[in-house]
């Protein structure tokens, strides 16, 4: 059944039409270090808006996977450290930013400084990762290997031989990674961090494509 399910599968370049699945995808229910930081429903809408306005994805290189003629998953592949987050799409956010976040703006803008504090540089050797989501009523079905080896096939195309991706240390996503190759090369801890988002840190994970 689960090969089946993954099998049936389609990839196509996602659209601005497909705003509203990919953030229900990757928002509802948010990352958990998210939700410990500004809790389910401040960090599912910061989350919801940062998508509508381009800040979080960049649709240009942002694949989705199609199950039955509807969104199954999100592939943001090729851009992971490209600028998205403009100064100028900033301001235009802020005020709905300040209305969803209220007396919690100060911890959320200490929380953006302690992930910056466990997130990698720039591989420029690799092809990276940048965001991988599976609708939650449909994991463990096969399609986020699906997702995987698209971003794969995305490569080999651009001539790459290496992959990367980074995560959460909790993500159980990671167990995924592992089993399509990707192998833990740093990692990141920061007890602020932890303290706040629940979350020791992240790693960031690499993959020989030259051979496959």
């Keep these: ?4 399910m993954a099998e ?6 996602a659209t601005t039409a ?15 270090p998210m939700a410990t930081l500004l809790g389910t429903d401040r ?6 808006l940062f998508v509508r306005s381009g800040a979080s994805i960049a649709l240009d ?3 989705v996977a199609i199950l039955d003629g509807a969104v199954a998953g999100v592939l943001d592949c090729g851009s992971q450290y490209g600028v998205r987050l403009t100064a100028g799409k900033f301001l235009r956010m802020l005020p709905q930013i300040l209305f969803i976040l209220g007396p919690l703006i100060p911890r959320g803008l200490y929380g953006t400084w302690l992930r910056q504090r466990v997130q990698f540089e720039a591989q420029p050797d690799s092809f990276p990762i940048g965001e991988l989501y599976v609708d939650e009523a449909l994991r463990n079905r096969g399609i986020g290997g699906r ?7 995305l490569a080999h195309r651009k001539g790459a031989s290496r992959m990367c991706l980074e995560t959460g ?3 159980p996503a990671l167990r995924l990674y592992e089993r399509y190759g990707y192998a833990v090369v740093a990692t990141k801890t920061d007890a602020g961090y932890e303290r706040m988002m629940g979350s020791p ?5 690499s993959k020989d494509i030259s051979e496959s």
């Design 1 to 4: 059944m689960t090969a089946s």
């Design 8 to 13: 049936r599968v389609e990839m196509r370049a």
């Design 18 to 32: 497909d705003l509203v699945d990919i953030s229900r995808i990757m928002n509802y229910p948010p990352e958990p």
């Design 43 to 48: 960090a599912s809408r910061v989350g919801d």
């Design 61 to 63: 290189s942002t694949t």
């Design 147 to 153: 997702l995987l080896r698209h971003a794969e096939d």
């Design 169 to 171: 240390i909790t993500n």
């Design 201 to 205: 840190g992240r790693v960031l994970m």
